[in-house]
């Protein structure tokens, strides 16, 4: 899985890449009370046309991170052979995550693309900050998925 360096929000404190990959806490600003929301995406393409496009997209929509009220940092991720790509995103509340996803940005890559793959979405919920953490329990949510245990050779589960 390749995955994208650490892009902090206005809410990430003084946290840099390093600190953040290393699972360093800090005191995020703007994070009163309440847990933490952190949201995995995962797309997976229809066909290998479309992920370049949809990675560019995400990649611009990420420049934004920033200056996005409620944003903790996050991740983006992509495996090529899989044809899949998405975010982990780290949010101060709910309401911070629903403000993103209503962005005129988020929407129109949302209509852009829906028609063109599967998406699917987790959110997990975390009392403090520990970057270590969230990244494995994303990837162990990600992994999950029949669809990359396919791609690895791995044998499905039954349920």
Not at 18 to 44: C, E, K, N, Q, W
Not at 128 to 138: E, L, S
Request: charged share 25%; aromatic share 8%; net charge positive.
């Amino acid at each position: 899985m390749l995955r994208s360096g650490w892009c902090q929000g206005p809410a990430g404190g003084s946290l840099g890449d390093r600190a953040a990959v290393a699972g360093a806490d800090s005191g995020l600003r703007g994070h009163r009370s309440g847990p933490l929301i952190v949201s995995v995406t995962d797309f997976t393409s229809d066909s290998y046309r479309a992920l370049p496009g949809i990675a560019r997209r995400g990649f611009a929509l990420r420049r934004r991170w920033p200056h996005l009220d409620g944003a903790v940092g996050m991740w983006l991720w992509v495996v090529p052979s899989a044809r899949r790509c998405g975010a982990v995103s780290v949010w101060t509340g709910r309401q911070a995550l629903a403000k993103f996803v209503r962005l005129p940005e988020h929407v129109a890559i949302m209509d852009e693309y829906r028609e063109r793959g599967t998406t699917r979405s987790v959110l997990l919920e975390y009392e403090n900050f520990d970057a270590a953490r969230i990244r494995r329990d994303a990837e162990a949510w990600l992994m999950s998925d029949d669809r990359c245990r396919a791609a690895r050779g791995a044998p499905r589960q039954s349920d």
